[in-house]
C-alpha cells in the first residue's frame, strides 16, 4: 500500500510518540499507578495501528521508515510568542545547562523562604512558566525550595 508523506510522517510520529512514552514511563516517578497504567496501554494502542500499518506495507517502506526513525526525535516549540502576540526583541539562545547553574543561583535565596503559598510566589511562577525542572519532585512545599541540607549535597 502506498503511504502519501502526510501519513507517513504521522506513522513515524507515533513510532517516535510510542518510543518516548514507553521509556518515560518506565521511570516516572510522578506518576499515579492508574496514570502509568493508561500511559501503558495508551503506547500498547499506539504500538498496535503502528503493527498493523507495518504488515500491510510494502518492504522498501518499512526501511524508509526505520530509517526515518533512527534520525528523528521529538522536538517541542514553544508557541507562546504566537498565542500572546508576545515580541521578544532581546530573545538569545543559550546553553540549557548555563541557565540550569543559573536557576540554581536564584534559589539560594529560596533556602530561608517564608513564602507558605508557593504557587503566589514569583519565582515558583517564572520556573513553572520556562519549565524549569524541579529540585524534589515529591515536595509536599514548594519542588524549587533549596533546604540547607539540599545545598549539602552540591
Known sequence: MYFN???REHHLNMLITWDYLSTWV???KCLTPIEKKWTKTACTFLKKVSDSIIERSEKAYITSLQ???KNSKIIFVDE???VYQEDYKDA???ILDDLYELYGCALTNCINCSITEHSECKVYELFM???VPPLDE???GCPFKQTKEWE???
Open 92 to 94: 538569545k539562545f543559550i
Open 26 to 28: 518506565a521511570n516516572a
Open 5 to 7: 508523506r502526510n501519513d
Open 67 to 69: 530509517n526515518e526513525a
Open 129 to 131: 512558566k520556562l519549565g
Open 80 to 82: 507562546r510568542r504566537k
Open 138 to 140: 515529591e515536595a509536599t
Open 152 to 154: 549539602k549535597l552540591k
